[in-house]
């Protein structure tokens, strides 16, 4: 098949990239014909299709007002985004197009474009935006779902969007013009990696005809040796307000034998290091490590901890966990149950409250029983449901009745 796979960074900037670029390599060793449609950035790995990209926008530095009414009305419609994606499905005659993460960056004009030519469309739901114009259901620290059923102006009385009128009422153009436009309403199918997110999406509002759940992919190893020597906690991940590090740093301050090793940068790093200080908590922060290092953390740690107060999809860091024998400790959240199969595979702890996760972690590190048990039907599950292999035959069958 000729395949077109769309995703705004080309270069493993988060776990949506990373699934995207996976992906391409994985097409192309089952001999498909595989293009990528991103935008210009300067970490973007080479690609022979980067004549079809779009010019690189930022939204995370500062703006001035001028550059905030321009990049707000780029990020609902690109121009250049339809008329680039035009041109490859002119130059490239794909079978179909299949979108990641696309909005704000590459937007909707893109879809726009396919559905226009008639080729049909795949896109893979990595988080809430299409009924929330923030991304994550939340409002400051408390989970939110006011926008559903396309309410989404609460998004601007709640400064939703980085707590910033502009950038909200901007997010909250683009959600009315995309519901307006209709496009998400004549997408093929969406992917969604996790029941939880299919379901919140389906039940808010997302106009779809059909939704395939299709778990995120590991790689996993022969069974990982159980029992060895490990200390202490580990956190990977971005540090900022939704994924509740500030309340894993009060409970590791909360008891002296515990410990705490964060791997990760983000906007909240300065104040979780002064709270840490402040608690005389034993925390260690790291910033961002590669691959081979986050694998090495892992090989150590007593467990992963992911006290995450937004519904988490389906993230890779705790597969990664899971598939490395590493126990892990989640917010009983979201798609995290789902993950741990609702405690079977790992211990879930109430989100927000540093006092129960402090008495959830003492008792994971006292039973280790248990918790090997826990661990060593994680790694059957990832094996079971999250092949690499299985999960590209999966897709293969939705891109084949679509084509069809």
């Known amino acids: 098949m000729r395949i077109v796979l769309a995703n705004s960074f080309h270069y493993r900037r988060g776990g949506d990239s990373n ?72 130059d490239f005659a794909p079978d179909l197009v299949h979108f990641h993460s696309v909005q704000h960056h590459l937007t909707l004009a893109a879809v726009e474009a396919c559905l226009t030519a008639g080729v049909p469309v795949v896109w893979t739901l990595h988080d809430y935006r299409t009924v929330c114009p923030a991304t994550l259901l939340l409002r400051g620290t408390e989970i939110c779902d006011r926008c559903s059923g396309g309410s989404f102006w609460h998004c601007v009385a709640g400064r939703c969007k980085s707590g910033e009128v502009s950038r909200s009422l901007a997010a909250v153009v683009e959600s009315y013009a995309t519901r307006m436009r209709g496009p998400l309403g004549a997408v093929g199918c969406y992917v969604a990696p996790s029941r939880f997110l299919a379901e919140k999406v389906l039940a808010m509002g997302l106009p779809a005809r059909r939704v395939e759940v299709v778990p995120n992919p590991v790689s996993s190893n022969p069974a990982p040796a159980l029992g060895r020597p490990r200390r202490g906690l580990l956190y990977v991940g971005r540090l900022t307000v939704e994924k509740g590090v500030d309340l894993l740093i009060e409970a590791v301050a909360g008891c002296d034998d515990l ?83 609702g405690g079977r595979a790992g211990w879930l702890a109430p989100p927000g409250d540093p006092q129960a996760w402090l008495r959830v972690i003492t008792e994971a590190l006292r039973d280790e029983t248990r918790t090997a048990q826990q661990a060593a039907r994680a790694f059957a599950r990832v094996r079971e449901r999250h092949d690499p292999d299985a999960f590209v035959d999966r897709l293969e069958v939705i891109y084949r009745s679509l084509a069809s």
């Not at 097409?27 to 300067?42: G, I, K, N």
């Not at 953390?297 to 519904?311: D, R």
């Open 19 to 90: 699934q995207f670029l996976d992906l391409v390599e994985a097409l192309e060793r089952r001999d498909h014909e595989v293009a990528t449609f991103s935008m210009h950035h300067p970490q973007n790995l080479p690609s022979r299709w980067a004549e079809y990209w779009v010019p690189h926008v930022e939204y995370r530095r500062e703006l001035t007002a001028l550059d905030r009414l321009r990049t707000g009305w780029r990020s609902v419609y690109s121009r250049a985004s339809h008329r680039n994606m035009a041109r490859l499905i002119a």
């Open 259 to 341: 410990s705490l090793h964060v791997v990760g940068d983000g906007p909240d790093a300065r104040r979780l290091k002064a709270l840490a200080a402040r608690l005389h908590g034993d925390v260690v922060f790291d910033g961002w490590r590669g691959e081979d290092e986050v694998a090495a953390c892992m090989s150590t740690a007593e467990a992963l901890c992911v006290p995450s107060i937004c519904y988490e999809n389906c993230p890779g860091v705790v597969l990664e966990a899971m598939a490395s024998g590493l126990p892990v400790v989640a917010s009983d959240l979201g798609g995290l149950p789902e993950l741990l199969e």
